[in-house]
T-cell receptor
Framework: GENVEQHPSTLSVQEGDSAVIKCTYS??????FPWYKQELGKGPQLIID?????GEKKDQRIAVTLNKTAKHFSLHITETQPEDSAVYFC????????????FGKGTMLLVSP | KAGVTQTPRYLIKTRGQQVTLSCSPI?????VSWYQQTPGQGLQFLFE???????NKGNFPGRFSGRQFSNSRSEMNVSTLELGDSALYLC???????????FGQGTRLTVV
């Protein structure tokens, strides 16, 4: 089955800096890659996603890049703010259907003022 | 538009008991998936239901089961609870034909 590796497990940045989280996946049949943000006591919130026919996607301060050949994808957050502090999860899906998401272990992002 | 609603938010059960968790998807969403979240294993897929049929199943023992009703609401059941079943159980719903999955706040189950 699919396996998703996520790095780093924790990331501390200063407000205004950029943050990058990287994930690799194992199943070349995966074709959908969402990113979720989870705040304490809440469920994961979909923040951005990318499909395998696209190399990059941006939404304001957030961008995701995908390298199908290398089977890795990354989340980029620019001009970080304290409210960006949360746990971020990458996921992959497609081989068994879009609703069968395989998640990475998560990255705890801490943005200090 | 209301989001995914899970009830109850918190549960405490004793080993050996059984438990039923409920999930109401976003209006119009017919696909419902369940995930277990633990500090050690992270987020793991349990099963997915679409039009009252289980479409996919993760690698969990048969003690974990689910069902979906005609109004797309879903329930999951865990029988003969073990301490290791303590986790946050999350439900996500999706619109037919689209990949975006939207999660509820989860049910925190504690087995003592």
């Amino acid at each position: 089955g699919e396996n998703v590796e996520q790095h780093p497990s924790t990331l501390s940045v200063q407000e205004g800096d950029s943050a990058v989280i990287k994930c690799t996946y194992s199943d070349s049949a995966s074709n959908y890659f969402p990113w979720y943000k989870q705040e304490l006591g809440k469920g994961p919130q979909l923040i951005i996603d990318i499909r395998s026919n696209v190399g990059e996607k941006k939404d304001q301060r957030i961008a995701v890049t995908l390298n199908k050949t290398a089977k890795h994808f990354s989340l980029h957050i620019t001009e970080t703010q304290p409210e960006d502090s949360a746990v971020y999860f990458c996921a992959a899906a497609g081989a068994s259907g879009y609703s069968t998401l395989t998640f990475g272990k998560g990255t705890m992002l801490l943005v200090s003022p | 538009k209301a989001g995914v609603t899970q009830t109850p938010r918190y549960l405490i059960k004793t080993r050996g008991q059984q438990v039923t968790l409920s999930c109401s998807p976003i209006s119009g969403h017919r696909s419902v998936s369940w995930y277990q979240q633990t500090p050690g294993q992270g987020l793991q897929f349990l099963f997915e239901y679409f039009s009252e049929t289980q479409r996919n199943k993760g690698n969990f023992p048969g003690r974990f089961s689910g069902r979906q009703f005609s109004n797309s609401r879903s329930e999951m059941n865990v029988s003969t609870l073990e301490l290791g079943d303590s986790a946050l159980y999350l439900c996500a719903s999706s619109l037919t034909g689209t990949p975006e999955a939207f999660f509820g706040q989860g049910t925190r189950l504690t087995v003592v």
